[in-house]
């Protein structure tokens, strides 16, 4: 897995066989980001879930408000 950081979103790729072995990989970006930045997931959001040929890339952001 994969986390880049820009301007308040967080963008998680993870390879398919990571996207596979998760029930959700919006739910598993949005743990992955909580632990690694030390953000509250009440504070975030998955805004986009894009599947393709590698895997999957999920968009995390700020929940409105925060």
């Known amino acids: 897995m994969d986390i880049k950081q820009q301007e308040g ?3 998680v ?3 398919f066989g990571k ?3 998760v029930d959700s990989p919006a ?3 949005l743990t992955a980001v ?3 930045y030390a953000v509250s997931r009440s ?3 998955s805004r986009v879930v894009r599947y393709h040929e590698d895997g999957v890339t999920v968009v995390v952001s700020q929940s409105d408000g925060h």
């Open 9 to 11: 979103e967080w963008t």
């Open 13 to 15: 790729a993870m390879s």
């Open 19 to 21: 996207a596979r072995d």
């Open 27 to 29: 739910d598993h970006a």
């Open 34 to 36: 909580a632990e690694e």
């Open 43 to 45: 504070k975030i959001k």
